[in-house]
């Protein structure tokens, strides 16, 4: 029943919270790998280069879902905001129930710019159903479709890096993030600005998606202060003998 | 038609999540869970269609890179063919499995060690700072101290160094690093299910 609680409130603070957002944006602090993707969102659209938006093999049925759903929040905005790029960005999923959401998603973000006509069912999809397969052919996109900038959001284990390598040979601007211990280790050895744990949720919101994801980023930090108090009581208890 | 879609993808949402705390949902909550299962199972179709969609336009475009796409499209064929005809868990299928699939996969990850030590390599070149510096002192005691040698455990690095990064340093840091996603898929979970964001369509 904790956990019940947990949520209602967690839930509740997330409907306050953003409403005040709504009246009162906050100021976010730098991080490089977000400002970078800031970036090469609007160069891509300028130097009519591709984006490829790398979902990984998280399914939306386990616990796993919460990096596949913060991907697919970020390829939303993306889609919308290249939608009328000469060459719009594509996505690859490496999980059929993702990749049926990832062309959705995309779908969406071609109607939210008002030009679903351009929209191309192919821009997303499955590229393999097992980790090395998705990313062998994920490298494939990478090597032959004039790609520009490669994001890895979601779910992804060691295989991340035989993406990173492949940007890496094709110049490509990579940004990565994982929920996925080994993937983020990984990701941190290939990339420039690697973001790390729960910055992977963020990207949202430092890409102006809207007032709920400055809100979850809020609600995260109130969250944590519980997390570090709790931490520390519970240490100085054990300390004293309480517990 | 956008607000029946979300209706219904939010009220699944809190009946399934309600289904873990109100033993009354947890009938409702089974039923939907096997729907998704279901669902899943034929979404496997649909992205199998959309696989051999993408590659047959990439041949027919003679796009660069076509030929694997062709033989990626045969391979599909022949295979699925071979398993409608032998059942899946015929000799043959297995040796299929065996003989091709596993030994692919396991050369991709022989592939993915060289590729990560170059990675290290060029860490300090790509970033030099304080971090890049800790993590490859790390990944060299762990290396070493985890390396199988003719005289046994290198003293200090193997016996004390490497168990007192593992077990105290990294393993405090993954356990910060998880709290921290589990409190943002949380979050996320949440948008979700209130409907701010719809990885389900509409806007």
Redesign the interface.
């Known amino acids: 029943?904790n956990?019940?609680i947990v949520?209602l409130v967690?839930?509740f603070l997330?409907?306050v919270i953003?409403l005040w957002k709504r009246k009162s944006p906050s100021n976010l602090r730098e991080i490089p790998a977000l400002t970078r993707l800031y970036r090469t969102l609007g160069l891509s659209i300028e130097d009519g280069t591709r984006l490829h938006v790398s979902l990984g093999n998280g399914?939306l049925?386990d616990?796993r879902?919460?990096?596949t759903?913060?991907g697919?929040?970020l390829l939303?905005h993306i889609a919308e905001r290249t939608s009328v790029s000469d060459k719009p960005s594509v996505a690859s999923a490496g999980?059929?129930?993702l990749?049926?959401?990832t062309?959705?998603?995309m779908?969406?973000g071609y109607?939210?710019a008002g030009v679903q006509e351009l929209y191309v069912?192919?821009s997303?999809?499955?590229?393999g159903?097992?980790p090395?397969?998705y990313?062998?052919?994920a490298m494939?996109i990478l090597?032959?479709e004039n790609i520009s900038a490669n994001i890895i959001i979601g779910h992804f284990g060691?295989?991340a890096?035989?993406l990173?390598?492949a940007s890496d040979r094709e110049n490509m601007v990579l940004i990565g993030a994982s929920?996925e211990?080994s993937g983020?280790a990984?990701l941190?050895?290939?990339t420039?600005?690697a973001l790390?744990?729960?910055e992977?949720?963020?990207a949202?919101a430092y890409l102006g998606a809207?007032a709920?994801?400055l809100a979850?980023?809020t609600?995260?930090d109130i969250?944590?202060w519980f997390?570090i108090l709790a931490l520390l009581g519970g240490a100085a208890a054990k300390l004293i003998g309480v517990i | 038609m956008r607000v029946f879609t979300a209706v219904i993808a939010i009220a699944a949402g809190a009946l399934v999540l309600g289904g873990y705390f109100l033993p009354v949902l947890a009938p409702v909550q089974t039923l939907l869970l096997n729907w998704a299962t279901i669902l899943a199972g034929a979404a496997v179709l649909v992205g199998i269609f959309n696989l051999v969609s993408v590659h047959s336009d990439k041949i027919r475009r003679h796009e660069k890179g076509n030929a694997y796409s062709a033989l990626l499209l045969m391979a599909l064929i022949v295979t699925f063919l071979f398993a409608m005809i032998l059942r899946p868990d015929h000799i043959i299928m297995k040796v299929v499995l065996s003989g091709i699939i596993i030994p692919v996969e396991a050369a991709l990850m022989g592939l993915l060690t060289i590729s990560l030590l170059y990675a290290a390599v060029r860490l300090l070149r790509r970033r030099a700072e304080l971090m890049s510096i800790v993590f490859l002192i790390t990944a060299a005691l762990l290396i070493l101290g985890s390396a199988t040698l003719p005289f046994g455990n290198i003293p200090v690095i193997g016996t004390f160094i490497r168990p007192w990064i593992t077990q105290v340093l990294a393993l405090g840091g993954a356990r910060g690093i998880l709290i921290g996603v589990a409190l943002g898929a949380l979050t996320t979970g949440l948008r979700v299910l209130f409907g701010a964001d719809r990885p389900y369509g509409g806007n």
């Open positions: 029943m956990e019940l949520i967690s839930a997330l409907f953003t399914s049925l616990a879902g919460g990096s759903l913060a697919l929040a939303r999980d059929p129930t990749g049926l959401l062309q959705d998603t779908q969406a109607q939210a069912p192919t997303g999809r499955v590229t159903l097992s090395f397969g990313a062998a052919g494939s090597q032959n060691p295989e890096g035989l990173a390598e929920d211990l983020q990984v941190f050895a290939n420039q600005d790390i744990g729960e992977l949720f963020a949202g809207g709920s994801h979850s980023l609600l995260q969250l944590r997390v």
